[in-house]
């Protein structure tokens, strides 16, 4: 039997490999100067197929046959689209002419937009849309650069989904498993060359993740050949943007090198007190030993300093609006926010490529090191310097377990609204009256990684029919991670204690720590990751497939350098090493209808383990796993149907992805039905569920008018009812402790089927553009977000909630109803949102100059993007008691959007 598949198949090879193929020829020049377009790609739409030119001139062979449509595409060009008749007799195109694209410098919008992805204290925005600034898919381009300022995500997935990889060496970070796009910001003009799969499709380079896969391309050899220069205008993360970037082409003695440099800066963004510092250096050489062979080096050195802002609840909001920052206040004269975020990690590559008509290889190696850090305020024995703090604000009065005092309550909010921000003058005379010891300290939270990673992928052309691909990489990460004393606010020492158990946290160490010096923790996480994948493409005249499978191991070993008093036994030195293996599985097959129509089914099956910090309990202090810890599971399946016309164009896209046994830790202060404490919460079992439709069609009305439509409609929630335990020290009085062991398993969180804080599941989008034969275009997008909602308080969903933690049973009031109505998920309101975008060009003695302008947002509407529920209220009397006056001491906390924003960029090129 297997004998009679075998020669079946080889029958069926040698048959396709004997078609008769079409050679189609042209050549492209640039419109205007009449300058060879290079590095150009001729891609069929109706299969995989991608050609690439070197010199301005094509020839590709074409083994397909009847009506097909080319696309013609090119780095900083407008792609063209042509309808040809394949028969096998020779087409000549003759010269092709594109047009510069202004439409590009939209990246250059879109990062300063997902440049505020990371401005919370809990991370818990992650976009996706930096992936997907390089598709010209319809839909993901709407994705990324209209509904990603509600902080839509692709399919509800967040950008650990999604793989980056910069000349095919992998980027995502171990902790958290995300792209830091901050490691290249500011460096567009370098980074804009990016390929991009979208979700489960193959990809040379990578097994690849879930939301697709973007590889960035350094080489110099690859980019437009010449001096540009821009500056750029914002009121969004930053005000100004000025950025320099000289590409010297291919020598003839085969060296060709690019270096760019930028500059972003703000006093103050959008939101007040966010201060904006980034500087940004790219350097790249390469040389071609022949046209197969090539080595290439690039350095990429970029710093970002910026200041965060708050979320705030409904009650902040309504007293100082959407922009309003509590952590800010003024310090002689000067803005100084006390929650700063650097971040500088040089990057450095080695690649070589070798190119042969029936192979390529790629072999890269990467080295980073640097420090991510984010400022915060720190106080001992002293009162909350945070003008936010509950106790602060008009609600602790109104919700007064001995009634409602609305004398004092107007009394707070006079004094909130006559000092809304911090007192640094007030902290430093808190110091002064407290000896040389500090009440008050800044210090930053560092993490000082240093990562080695090597990659090399194989792909191999057997004949028309089947290309095999191979590949693998290798990652080790160091993270070292303390707290350093940045500033004492006039103190001479600080006394590192923990003051509400007082215990040591550096027992072998001095307890008197003074600027400069490492505090409160210290420890290294050292982790590692190897994997290794195959697949095998097939194509033919109707139908094409694939098959990848991928395998992975990944290890997890946490270091302690303190002895911290609270953890005797199990906070210094090596921890246990924590070990995963796992295999990954994705297939594809498409199925031509005709060279315009044709249908796509893809499905994974992925193994992986969890981020790293999902997997220590409470890795400051002590060396702690999640116990009975487990790998995640991720199974996915899409269906899509595209369409080809010389004037309608798109795709309508169907998807159902379920994560299992994810792990989820937090951490915060609780009034339990149990009894009260700091808390570290572990969260296991938790499934879950995303499944929905998306759609994107570009309709070409004429030659100068297009219309677009894109939508998603989707359904995302917990699947399951997950494990929750909740873990404190034990260093208190024994009366004090919720329970001695340091633990509680508090059972199951009822969770399934509750709605997932993964942005906007709705979303619409209906787009005009017009470009004129005056290179001048202009264009605008209406939006319609809905169906968002915040992210919840797992443990007010376990039965300790129902505990009266003064009697030890459950509360009287607390039925299933009256649970229900004060649990209810909050949705947050519909969105609208008008955007409008346009350039102009010019092309003058040889210069190239281009402006561009966007406006978003155009009705200066604020909306919530976010939010989350609080955890202080653990228990159903807390809870319904900061509830009933309607203004919650504890009430959730959001994100709000900007307002009116705009973009412009003006640039000139050499």
Not at 21 to 44: C, F, H, M, R, V
Not at 625 to 651: A, W
Request: hydrophobic content about 35%; some cysteine; charged content about 20%.
């Amino acid at each position: 039997m297997r004998l009679a598949i075998s020669v079946a198949v080889l029958c069926c090879c040698k048959s396709l490999c004997g078609q008769q193929s079409t050679l189609i020829t042209g050549q492209l020049l640039e419109k205007g100067s009449d300058t060879p377009i290079s590095n150009a790609t001729i891609t069929l739409e109706s299969t995989s197929q991608e050609f690439t030119t070197t010199s301005g001139k094509f020839e590709i062979n074409v083994s397909q046959t009847g009506e097909q449509m080319l696309r013609i595409s090119a780095l900083d060009f407008i792609s063209k689209r042509f309808s040809v008749y394949v028969e096998g007799n020779p087409i000549d195109l003759g010269i092709i002419y594109l047009e510069r694209d202004i439409v590009h410098e939209q990246t250059d919008n879109l990062i300063s937009l997902t440049d505020g992805d990371l401005s919370d204290d809990f991370e818990s925005i992650s976009s996706s849309m930096g992936l997907l600034q390089s598709t010209r898919d319809i839909f993901l381009n709407r994705a990324a650069f209209d509904f990603g300022q509600a902080f839509f995500k692709v399919r509800g997935y967040d950008s650990r989904n999604g793989q980056v990889l910069m000349n095919g060496v992998p980027m995502n970070k171990f902790f958290d498993g995300r792209p830091q796009w901050n490691n290249w910001g500011g460096l567009n003009d370098v980074v804009r060359n990016q390929e991009y799969t979208n979700s489960l499709t193959l990809n040379p380079n990578t097994f690849g993740g879930l939301l697709g896969n973007t590889n960035i391309n350094t080489r110099p050899s690859h980019f437009r050949p010449g001096l540009r220069l821009s500056s750029s205008m914002s009121n969004r993360t930053y005000r100004n943007r000025l950025m320099a970037t000289y590409n010297s082409g291919e020598k003839p003695s085969g060296l060709a090198y690019s270096v760019s440099a930028s500059r972003r800066w703000a006093k103050e963004g959008y939101v007040e007190g966010t201060l904006y510092d980034a500087y940004s250096f790219f350097g790249a050489v390469e040389y071609q030993f022949n046209p197969q062979n090539s080595i290439t080096f690039t350095a990429i050195l970029a710093r970002n300093r910026r200041g965060r802002s708050s979320a705030l609840t409904e009650e902040v909001f309504d007293l100082m609006g959407g922009q309003y920052n509590p952590y800010w206040g003024e310090q002689d004269g000067k803005i100084r926010n006390s929650r700063e975020r650097e971040i500088f990690e040089p990057l450095f590559l080695f690649n070589y490529s070798l190119e042969k008509k029936k192979f390529n290889l790629n072999v890269g190696l990467a080295y980073q090191t640097g420090i991510n850090t984010r400022s915060r305020l720190g106080y001992y024995n002293a009162p909350n310097p945070d003008p936010t703090y509950y106790r602060y604000l008009p609600s602790y009065h109104i919700n007064s377990s001995i009634g409602a005092d609305f004398i004092n309550a107007n009394l707070a909010k006079e004094a909130f609204l006559e000092n809304p921000q911090l007192n640094w003058e007030q902290l430093y005379t808190a110091n002064a009256n407290n000896g040389e010891k500090a009440a008050y300290l800044l210090y930053d939270d560092v993490a000082q990684n240093t990562t080695i990673s090597g990659a090399t992928n194989f792909n191999y052309v057997m004949n028309d029919f089947i290309k095999l691909g191979f590949g693998g990489n290798y990652k080790t990460t160091t993270s070292e991670n303390n707290a350093e004393i940045l500033d004492l606010l006039g103190a001479s020492y600080y006394e590192d204690m923990d003051t509400f158990s007082n215990t040591l946290n550096d027992v072998d160490g001095a307890i008197q720590k003074t600027e400069g010096e490492k505090f409160n923790y210290h420890y290294n996480l050292d982790a590692s990751q190897m994997e290794g994948f195959a697949q095998i493409q097939l194509t033919s005249n109707k139908w094409d497939g694939f098959v990848s499978a991928s395998y992975s191991s990944f290890n997890v070993q946490r270091n302690g350098f303190f002895k911290n008093e609270r953890y005797l036994e199990n906070s210094f030195g090596t921890g246990e090493k924590e070990s995963f293996s796992n295999l990954a599985y994705k297939g594809g097959f498409t199925y031509f209808l005709t060279g315009r129509h044709w249908f796509t089914a893809n499905a994974a099956m992925v193994e992986r383990p969890p981020i790293i910090q999902n997997i220590f309990i409470n890795p400051r202090e002590n060396n702690e796993i999640v116990p009975e810890l487990q790998k995640e599971v991720v199974s996915s399946v899409d269906l899509s149907y595209f369409v080809r016309l010389p004037s309608l164009t798109g795709r309508i896209s169907a998807f159902y992805t379920r994560f299992q046994h994810t792990t989820d830790i937090n951490f915060f202060f609780v009034d339990s039905g149990l009894g009260s404490d700091f808390v570290q919460e572990v969260i296991t079992g938790l499934d879950r569920l995303h499944k929905g439709i998306e759609f994107g069609f570009e309709y070409e009305a004429s030659s100068s008018v297009k219309l677009t439509a894109a939508g998603n409609v989707g359904h995302y929630v917990y699947a399951s009812d997950p494990s929750v335990q909740i873990n404190f020290d034990t260093a208190g009085a024994e009366e004090d402790l919720i329970a001695t062991e340091g633990n509680i398993d508090l059972g199951i969180a009822t969770l399934k089927d509750l709605k997932l804080a993964q942005g906007p599941q709705t979303a619409m989008a209906f787009g005009v553009s017009y470009r004129a034969p005056k290179y001048w275009w202009i264009s605008g997008t209406t939006n319609y977000l809905t169906n968002n909602y915040i992210n919840l308080s797992t443990i007010t969903r376990t039965s300790s909630f129902l505990m009266d933690p003064e009697t030890g049973e459950p509360f009287p009031g607390a039925s299933e109803e009256n649970v229900a109505k004060l649990l209810k998920q909050h949705k947050l309101d519909d969105i609208y949102l008008l955007n409008l975008v346009g350039g102009k060009s010019w092309l003058i003695d040889g210069k190239y100059i281009s402006f561009f302008a966007s406006v978003n947002n155009v009705f200066d509407t604020v909306f919530r993007t976010g939010g989350y529920e609080q955890s202080r209220n653990g228990n159903f009397g807390q809870l319904k008691r900061d509830n009933q006056s309607g203004s919650p001491s504890f009430a959730p906390k959001y994100w709000y959007s900007y307002g009116r924003t705009y973009f412009l960029n003006l640039a000139i090129s050499f």
